[in-house]
C-alpha cells in the first residue's frame, strides 16, 4: 500500500534562512544614454533623442525643485509666510513633475538621470550660493530658472512632435509647459512694486 511520502530528511532538505542577502553588489545592466527595445511604435533613434531631451528637462526641473526648497526655506520678511507656502506649493508641484518625466524615460526604454550628483553634472541651471541672498533676488532667481526650463522645453516640444513622439510632446507641453508658465506668472506678481494701501 501506497503511504504518504515522508517529509525529506534535514540532510536533503535545501536549507532555508530568513536571512537577508546584504552588501550585494553587480554590474551596470544598461547605460545611461542608452534605450532598449521597447514595442511602443517609436524607433530606437526616435526614443533615444526624447530621452536625451528629457533627461535634461528631468536635470533642471530637479534643480528647481531643490531651489523651491531651498528658498521656502530661507524666506524671510513681511511675506515671509505667504511666499514659505507658495514656494513649497511650487516644490509639490514640480516634484509631481519630474516623475512623470522620469517615467517617461523609462517608458522609451531609457535610463532616467536620478543621482543629485549626476544632475548637478548635466543641470545647466546656475548654482545658487550657499548662503542667503534678498528675497527680489531669490525669486528672480527662480524665475530665471523656469525660463530657461520653459525655452528648452518649446524647442524639445517642437522637435519630438517632428520626430513622432507624440507622447513625449504632450507631457512636455500640457504638464512641462503648462505649470512652468503658471508658477513664473505667482512668482513675477510678487516682484511687482505696487502700493500695498495707498494709491
Ligand atoms: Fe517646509
Not at 41 to 67: F, G, H, K, P
Request: with cysteine; charged share 20%; glycine share 6%.
Amino acid at each position: 500500500m501506497q503511504t504518504k511520502s515522508a517529509a525529506p530528511a534535514a540532510a536533503t532538505r535545501p536549507k532555508l534562512s530568513s536571512q537577508p542577502w546584504l552588501h550585494q553588489r553587480g554590474v551596470e545592466i544598461q547605460a545611461f544614454g542608452t534605450v532598449r527595445q521597447f514595442p511602443v511604435a517609436l524607433s530606437a533613434d526616435t526614443r533615444l533623442y526624447s530621452c536625451q531631451r528629457l533627461n535634461q528637462l528631468l536635470a533642471d526641473s530637479q534643480i528647481l525643485v531643490a531651489l523651491y526648497k531651498k528658498h521656502h526655506w530661507l524666506m524671510r520678511g513681511a511675506t515671509f509666510y505667504q511666499l514659505h507656502l507658495l514656494l513649497d506649493k511650487h516644490a509639490g508641484e514640480q516634484l509631481v513633475l519630474i516623475d512623470a518625466i522620469a517615467e517617461r524615460v523609462q517608458t522609451l526604454g531609457g535610463v532616467a538621470v536620478g543621482d543629485p550628483r549626476h544632475v548637478a553634472e548635466i543641470t545647466r541651471v546656475p548654482r545658487a550660493p550657499d548662503g542667503c541672498e534678498e528675497v527680489p533676488a531669490m525669486l528672480s532667481r527662480l524665475l530665471e530658472a523656469h525660463e530657461l526650463i520653459l525655452t528648452d522645453a518649446h524647442e524639445a516640444a517642437a522637435r519630438t512632435a517632428e520626430q513622432g513622439d507624440d507622447g513625449t510632446n504632450d507631457l512636455i507641453v500640457s504638464q512641462v509647459i503648462r505649470t512652468g508658465e503658471l508658477q513664473a506668472w505667482f512668482l513675477a506678481e510678487h516682484l511687482v512694486d505696487t502700493p500695498l494701501v495707498r494709491a
